[in-house]
Structures are given as structure tokens and as C-alpha cells.
């Protein structure tokens, strides 16, 4: 099921679009949910982009090792999909379209250290329990405040809004 689109304002019709297809988390335990929090407060999904002959679950798996530092989470039902579609970066392309594939997952074990990417280390992404309704209330007071406003936010608190809803 297609959540939402986010397109920025400023992107023209059309244009030359590089895509990326990525996958991300949802793992409960009771009320809390497993999430990566920002040193501005925020908080993301674990997950990100699947590598070339990865399958979904294998990436997501992966993605989970390097950012929670959790191993052996089982991999479920696609929950909910957004896309984005936001000024490219690199010059050959006018748009980055970025398709999320919502998964929910269950079990994981500890293990290790998380090896983030540079950006991920900088923000100092920490996987933290945390429940649906405080992981919102954070998501929404940083959007609010306007100061350390990834990109990914309003598609995460998208998304938080929607398991809200669907869990009372």
C-alpha cells in the first residue's frame, strides 16, 4: 500500500530521474519500537538501500547488523510504501526518486558494534526503543523547530503517524 508521495515544490515537471529502492523496519517489542535517534532529537526507521542482487529481506538484515547492531531479525509482511522525489545531488540528474518498502519484522539479538556510514556517525544514530506515540511527538517538535531537519523526516513521521493510527 503506497502511504504517501513527497515531492519537493521546486522539482519542474518531468526531468531526468536517478532512482533508489530501499527497505526499512518496523520491529515491536510491546508497546516500543526499534528506531535510530539523531543527536538533534529525531527519530528514522532502521533500514536503507538495497545494494545490487540483494533481495529485500537480505538487505534489510543487513541494514539492521549495521545501524542497530541487531542480528537474526526475521523479516514479515510488507507494511506500507512512500516515495520521494527530491532535487538530485549529482549533476546528470534533476530528480533522486527514492522508493521505501516498509517491512514488519520480529526477533534480533544484540550483537557487536554498529558500523555506520559517515553521515549516520555524524548525526550519532543510536538504536533506541522507543514508543510510536514519543518517537511522533520528537519527529514533530524538530520539524517544528526547524533546526537539524534531515531529509527523511517527513516521510518517517509519515509513516509514525500511520502506525499510530493503526495501532489504537
Not at 519500537?33 to 529525531?42: E, F, K, N, P, V
Not at 527519530?43 to 533481495?55: I, Q, R
Not at 514488519?104 to 522507543?130: H, I
Request: contains cysteine.
Amino acid at each position: 500500500m503506497l502511504l504517501a508521495t513527497f515531492r519537493s515544490p521546486e522539482l519542474a515537471p518531468g526531468g531526468r530521474v536517478v532512482e533508489r529502492t530501499a527497505v526499512r523496519g518496523v520491529l515491536f517489542r510491546g508497546p516500543e519500537l526499534l528506531l535510530l535517534g539523531s543527536r538533534h532529537g529525531d527519530y528514522k526507521f532502521p533500514g536503507g538501500g538495497v545494494e545490487l542482487g540483494e533481495s529485500f529481506e537480505v538487505a534489510l538484515r543487513r541494514e539492521f547488523r549495521e545501524e542497530c547492531a541487531y542480528d537474526a531479525v526475521a523479516v514479515g509482511a510488507e507494511l506500507v510504501t512512500t516515495r520521494e522525489e527530491v532535487p538530485a545531488i549529482d549533476a546528470e540528474y534533476d530528480v533522486f526518486g527514492m522508493t521505501s518498502y516498509y517491512f514488519e519484522c520480529s526477533g534480533g539479538t544484540p550483537v557487536g558494534q554498529q558500523q555506520l556510514e559517515g553521515y549516520e556517525a555524524d548525526l550519532e544514530l543510536t538504536p533506541q526503543w522507543v514508543t510510536v506515540d514519543a518517537a511522533l511527538a520528537a519527529n514533530r517538535a524538530v520539524m517544528e523547530s526547524g533546526v537539524g531537519v534531515m531529509r527523511w523526516l517527513v516521510r518517517e513521521t509519515a509513516v509514525l503517524e500511520w502506525l499510530s493510527a493503526r495501532t489504537r
